[in-house]
């Protein structure tokens, strides 16, 4: 089971390896592909005064500081197709985001590196759409076959965050992750997609439903799973709402295992 996790942004230091030292057990956790997930730059906050991050070159240092001490492999957001060999050079998967997922020089940039391309979709697209990013970057890294084993063989993922239905929230169809499997390999974002769309300047969540929407994606099949995580989401300086404390994360993943092996999945 892949596991991609961490803060939602870099913090200061100290608690960037606070919460990378937590993760300690689950990287070492011979059931799991652990990657460790965090935003040198949250370039789409809401507000102009939210904190954002410590920006591409600090974050690749801290990045770097990371994977010499814990040994983890890393995953980052980039916004900007400058940002794709830079990161690149540091990072193991480059994470399109969700609102950029389109984005033809961004894609192709990143293709151009030697990191696996998690492109997470948009808000406001089908499963189906999901189709050309991931041909885009199979193109660019020439295959022309569009489906499940290209993809798995050549490093391209997709990910899972809900769709925007215009009342006020992200509702997962729990049918994109069967149709977007045809592509690609599948993380659910559990946490994201238990965001609330920013009201009054921040955006929202409710991470109390993590936990039932990770289980209900397990159950119909994914690869992998993707959650935002601090020691105290209270203080989290980004999608805090919505995070799972580390210590809560631990009882998520065992139970997602439960029903892996209740049902045969590999």
């Excluded at 631990?250 to 892996?260: C, G, H, P, S, T």
Aim: aromatic share 8%; glycine share 8%; charged share 25%.
């Amino acid at each position: 089971m892949k596991i991609l996790t961490g803060p939602c942004v870099l913090e200061d230091r100290d608690t960037v390896m606070r919460i990378a030292e937590k993760l300690i057990p689950l990287s070492e956790d011979k059931r799991v592909e652990f990657y460790f997930k965090a935003s040198f730059d949250k370039a789409n906050r809401t507000s102009l005064d939210s904190y954002r991050g410590p920006g591409l070159e600090e974050g690749l240092k801290l990045f770097q500081e990371i994977k010499e001490q814990f040994g983890y492999k890393l995953v980052t957001d980039i916004h900007e197709s400058c940002q794709a060999k830079p990161a690149g050079e540091v990072l193991d998967i480059l994470q399109i985001p969700a609102f950029l997922c389109r984005q033809t020089d961004l894609l192709v940039e990143a293709a151009k590196t030697n990191c696996t391309i998690n492109i997470k979709k948009g808000q406001f697209l089908a499963a189906g759409s999901m189709k050309h990013p991931v041909e885009k970057v199979l193109k660019t890294r020439g295959i022309n076959e569009v489906n499940y084993k290209s993809s798995n063989d050549n490093g391209v993922w997709l990910c899972e965050r809900g769709n925007v239905f215009g009342y006020g929230a992200l509702v997962v169809d729990m049918k994109n992750l069967i149709a977007m499997r045809e592509y690609a390999p599948v993380i659910f974002d559990a946490t994201h997609s238990a965001q609330v769309p920013s009201t009054g300047g921040t955006t929202g969540g409710n991470s109390a439903v993590v936990p039932s929407l990770a289980k209900a994606a397990c159950s119909v099949g994914v690869d992998g799973f993707f959650f935002e995580t601090h020691t105290d989401p209270s203080v989290a300086l980004s999608d805090g709402p919505n995070m799972v404390q580390v210590d809560e994360l631990y009882k998520v993943i065992e139970d997602l295992f439960a029903i892996q092996n209740a049902l045969n999945y590999k």
